[in-house]
């Protein structure tokens, strides 16, 4: 059975099989959205999703994560949100182990989702263990020793509302069907990483405001919680303390600028004003390094002047180095989080652009005895760069890899079979010529391979599609300018 000619072969798919480059392709790697820095642009992202949360933050859509060999977005697709002080929205899970790379330690799955607590969350408990304890030794004098126990627990329970808040954005998550990946806790509080983005600004706003919701309802709840105890003990210290902390947590993440919850909800009222999800994301994400140049300048200054409460005269040297170093983080989390929204936003820009069928290289059916010298013969006649081995009904069985026939040597050619150049074909390998933008990443990820046949809905041959073809074409959208 041949394959026809077609108008939409890429430049790559006119050249000769033998021409082809001894580099073996490398495998899509797809990346999720995130606010951690250093996505790698130049690889390719699977699907993109909602934002994260920190210590009051919340989700994110990954992400970064890794594709076709386990395609993990950069301008990904997928979402996180994270929780913390800040709500700054990236596997396949292996039940039989406790952690993974990057994971952290396994802690349960509630609604199916895996929880990991990541070995920077423990730097963080043992720092509000000391700094909570010695609020208590001022208001708790005859606690002693004792109250670094009452610290700790005050460090998991309030981490325990961190995972209430990111257990929201999972719950929405889940009901509108987007899959998630998993929830992560970390040094500067939650990530629910979600793997699709909110197909409607509607969906993104309640997705996004629920997170925040559920903080103020802890907060609430840890409220009248007091008012059943004496203030000055320890529940009622503990209770005032996960009170102010819920509160501080739903604050800062209904800041309305990218990563936060609060920059997600400003992004879907304009999306919906506008119908343009780019514009409402543009405006986010500048909001948010506004918001970013707005704590590392405006913290200090708080402190210094003594409006949370403490006499200047009393703020010392050691305390302001602090409060620059935690302004400074906090800034740089923004920024780096609201530019992660933009470069994902412009990945699903340009992500309708990856077409199989115009990605595709022209190939020929050969007989799997066929000489190497006369595949690539007949190939050069027909203006094709591939081989598809097909057996005696024209059914197609395998690929000839193209690095393997740039391994075999010109005089040897002639006396090497196609058959043992190539690579069986399994039901994944199979794709339809009409497969676009993220379903087409989803197929790759889910299947991963250098080469897939490629297949018009009549089952007939339509050519080869090279993983490092996808990516080529992927770096060279995301390069286009922002429209």
């Keep these: 059975m041949k394959s026809p000619a077609r108008e939409g072969d890429s430049e790559a798919g006119r050249a000769a099989p033998g021409e082809a480059s001894a580099e073996p392709a490398p495998g899509i790697v797809v990346m999720r959205e995130t606010l951690r820095p250093g996505t790698d642009s130049t690889r390719i992202p699977s699907t993109p999703g909602p934002s994260p949360c920190m210590i009051g933050a919340s989700h994110r859509a990954t992400a970064p994560r890794r ?45 199916g989702v895996p929880v990991y607590v990541s070995p920077s969350w423990f730097l963080v408990a043992a720092l509000i263990t000391w700094v909570f304890g010695d609020q208590l030794d001022r208001i708790l004098p005859d606690l002693g020793p004792a109250r670094y126990l009452v610290s700790l627990f005050f460090a998991v329970a309030f981490y325990a509302s961190v995972l209430v808040h990111e257990l929201a954005h999972t719950v929405a998550a889940l009901r509108f069907r987007l899959p998630v990946r998993r929830i992560q806790l970390q040094f500067f509080g939650g990530v629910s990483e979600i793997e699709k983005e909110s197909e409607t ?20 709840i840890f409220y009248l919680g007091m008012k059943a105890v004496e203030p000055a003990s320890v529940p009622g210290v503990l209770l005032a303390g996960l009170m102010v902390s819920n509160l501080l947590v739903a604050a800062f993440n209904l800041l309305p600028g990218l990563p936060l919850d609060g920059g997600r909800m400003l992004r879907a009222l304009i999306w919906g004003l506008t119908g343009k999800p780019m514009t409402g ?13 707005t704590v590392l300048l405006g913290l200090p200054l708080i402190t210094q002047t003594g409006v949370l409460g403490n006499p200047p005269q009393d703020i010392g040297g ?19 989080g609201a530019g992660n929204s933009l470069r ?41 760069r591939a081989l598809v081995v097909v057996d005696g009904q024209g059914d197609p069985t395998a690929i000839v890899r193209e690095t393997a026939i740039a391994s075999v040597p010109e005089h040897r ?71």
């Excluded at 997928?78 to 709500?87: F, G, L, M, N």
């Design 413 to 483: 050619r002639p006396w090497v079979a196609v058959s043992t150049l190539a690579q069986d074909l399994t039901d994944g390998m199979k794709v339809s010529a009409e497969l676009t933008g993220e379903e087409l990443l989803d197929h790759l990820r889910t299947t991963p391979a250098t080469e897939y046949l490629v297949l018009e809905k009549s089952g007939q041959i339509y050519g080869v599609l090279s993983t490092l073809d996808v990516e080529k074409a992927f770096v060279k959208a995301m390069a286009r300018p922002q429209s």
């Design 281 to 293: 994301t543009v405006a986010a994400a500048w909001v948010g390094r506004a918001l970013a140049v």
């Design 318 to 336: 050691m305390d302001t180095v602090m409060d620059a170093l935690l302004a400074a983080i906090l800034a740089a989390i923004i920024w780096t």
């Design 201 to 220: 600004p509607g969906r993104e706003f309640v997705l996004a405001f629920v997170g925040p919701l559920l903080s103020l309802v802890l907060a609430g």
């Design 344 to 384: 994902m936003a412009r990945l699903r820009e340009h992500l309708p652009e990856l077409r199989a069928r115009t990605l595709t290289r022209r190939a020929i059916p050969v007989q799997s005895a066929t000489p190497l010298s006369e595949a690539l013969r007949r190939a050069n006649e027909a203006g094709a």
């Design 67 to 111: 594709h076709p060999h386990d395609v993990d977005h950069t301008g990904s697709t997928r979402t996180e949100r994270r929780t913390a002080v800040a709500d700054t929205d990236e596997t396949g899970e292996r039940p039989a182990k406790r952690s993974e790379p990057g994971g952290g330690i396994l802690m349960g799955r509630p609604f």
